[in-house]
């Protein structure tokens, strides 16, 4: 098995950027990027775009509820893994 070190992006203001899988419960996030093969179905499916505002409610690991435009949204943690986000 072969380690990889990934770096830390930082935005304006020294924010570092959070895959929404990683995300805590009860914190608010800033969309910054949809990536990946689940990126088109956020879009389409939950509207989900760059700036958006989430509220994540719960995020156990595997599963996340987040609160998106008034709606409830409960997701894997790999669909989760297209959103890249900004703490707000």
């Not at 770096?7 to 950027?17: K, L």
């Not at 989900?48 to 709606?71: A, F, M, Q, Y």
């Not at 997701?75 to 297209?82: C, E, K, P, R, Y």
Request: charged share 20%; net charge positive.
């Amino acid at each position: 098995m072969v380690s990889v070190r990934l770096p830390v992006v930082y935005f304006e203001g020294s924010m570092a950027m959070v895959s929404l899988q990683n995300a805590k419960s009860g914190r608010k996030y800033r969309v910054t990027w949809l990536l990946g093969a689940y990126a088109g179905y956020l879009s389409r499916q939950w509207n989900l775009c760059v700036d958006d505002r989430l509220n994540v409610i719960e995020n156990n690991g595997s599963t996340l509820i987040v609160k998106c435009h008034g709606k409830t949204i409960a997701m894997s943690a790999d669909v989760a893994g297209s959103v890249k986000m900004e703490p707000i």
